[in-house]
């Protein structure tokens, strides 16, 4: 019931902060879609993309250059005749054509070369063409304005001095020599450029014409052995990324909704197997802080380990508060039943005082004092044992000490062996273990203190130290009547003992297990022949101790034993 009340108000406690913060699955979802666009933003900036399409446009202007050169060359040979060695001797000499293979790869890159202005309008020449390579010329015209049809490229042949003698644009008989292209293809040098359009051309994403804001253009020489006869100029525009992926729209938008579904499915199995985990360990936290008394349950498990370190921690941490909770409330309960009974004796003795005082004897007055005294000092040892059994049981933040045994077995011991308690020590009181002196020594004090108020008249008490490993073993024993298997399950239960007329509080055996477990060590009571034994288990904090010696603890020489420490 307290678990559906506090689902059922989950809502109502969250802070309308939170409810505007976004979830896990949107923030996972956002991520994933910028981290597939980041490849799309980085090709735009780069311009790789348009790059590839411009080096695209030249290589196909290569090769078709390839093929105009070829065969101007040989139509111009063929014009030439017997006289073509006579000829080639009048032309400007360049380097010779390289023998074999000789490929002509495409090389702009938009993100390294700039775009050119456009190219200046051909000029009137300063001499007319040459003959022979106008008579080549105006064969290879027809041969030029058919393949435009197809290649949709604007196509010049020049002689070699840079005079148009074959054109797909009108530009016969004007000179380009002042292109920058066109130069150094007359001086033995194939060149490509990008140059800015003089206009805009309108042009949809499927039309034939391309809208790219600029142009390509190729030159490559026309040689015959070490002599240029003549340049062939092509010029193309590229396509353009929107007609580019105009092209590619239904297998963009598929991959588009594959990768949409892609992202969408990771960011809900992220958080699926991420988020699912740490809201249910919310909704049990938020049932825990309101107060409601429900049980931990094991939440499912993610997918990451930090989500099920959290659900761990968390888990602990309810399970922790809970014992804490049930522990208060018991002990509460146990402390009044404690404190009730000399509150109740003491209101009594003083109620008759207040009303029967002046009538009582001396001796009645004094016996009714007394039974005051000793409730109080009952009270004033209650209050002291809480008072040891809090600091024993609160929480120690701090790297433990170190303690030499044999020292908190002496210090411990002097006051009990002042009192009569004879107490021997075997074993190796110079190892160390791993914990606070105080509170070696306090464990100590209260299990000797056990020892005088249940062994018995006359019992004598035994403290044994082996090193079992990374361990301490001390067990301490005595000689007494021991303790009766009905209580012996009841030894370390708060405000248990059977010497409350002696002054037990039924306290003490529980601070000294508390002490040991907050040194993580453990205190138990091993069943024994006669006696009681308790064994102490503590980290040692030294694997190697100093040295090894008996001695033994005891009290004073007395005329009662003869004994001396």
Known sequence: MASATATGTKAERVPPVLRRKPRILTVLLLVNLVLLALPLGGLWMLRLYESALV???????????????????????????????????RLPAAAPQPEGWAPRFATLDLARDPILPPPPDAAPPAHPADPVASAAGAAL???????????????????????????????????????????????????????????????????ISRDAPFRVFVALPVQQGGHVIGAVLLSRTPSSIRQALHGKRWELAALTLAMLLVAAALAGFTAYTVSRPIRAVADQARAVASGARVEVQRVRRSAVREADELAAAIGGMAGTLERRATYISEFAAAVSHEFK????????????????????????????????????????????????????????????????VGQAVRDAAEPHVAAGLEIAFEGRPDAEAAIAPEALR?????????????????????????ATGDRLRIRVSDTGRGISAANSARVFERFFTTAREAGGTGLGLAIARSLAEAGDGQLDLVSGTGGTVLELNLPRASATPRTSLEGIVSRPASPRTGKGP
């Open 442 to 466: 306090s464990i100590f004090a209260i299990l000797f203190e056990n020892v005088r108020q249940h062994a018995g008249e006359g019992a004598r008490c035994h403290v044994s130290c082996e």
């Open 55 to 89: 080096r695209q446009t030249e290589t196909e202007l290569v090769a078709q250059a390839a093929v105009i050169a070829a065969t101007h060359r040989a139509g111009w040979l063929r014009e030439a005749g017997p006289e073509a060695p006579a000829l080639l001797a």
């Open 341 to 404: 009974t000399p509150l109740a004796a003491l209101r009594g003795a003083l109620e008759l005082l207040q009303d029967h005082g002046p009538t009582m004897t001396e001796a009645e007055r004094a016996a009714f004092l007394a039974q005051c005294m000793d409730d109080v000092l009952r009270l004033d040892r209650l209050v002291t044992r809480l008072l040891d059994l809090a600091r024993a049981e609160a929480p120690h933040p701090h790297a433990p000490g170190r303690a030499e």
């Open 141 to 207: 015209a027809p041969v030029l304005a058919e393949a435009q049809r197809v290649t949709l490229a604007a196509m010049r042949v020049t002689d070699g001095a840079g005079v148009v003698v074959a054109s797909t644009g009108g530009e016969g008989g004007l000179s380009l020599r002042g292109l920058e292209e066109v130069a150094a293809a007359l001086a033995g040098q194939p060149a490509a450029r990008v140059r800015a359009r003089r206009e805009a051309v309108a042009a949809g994403a499927g039309a």
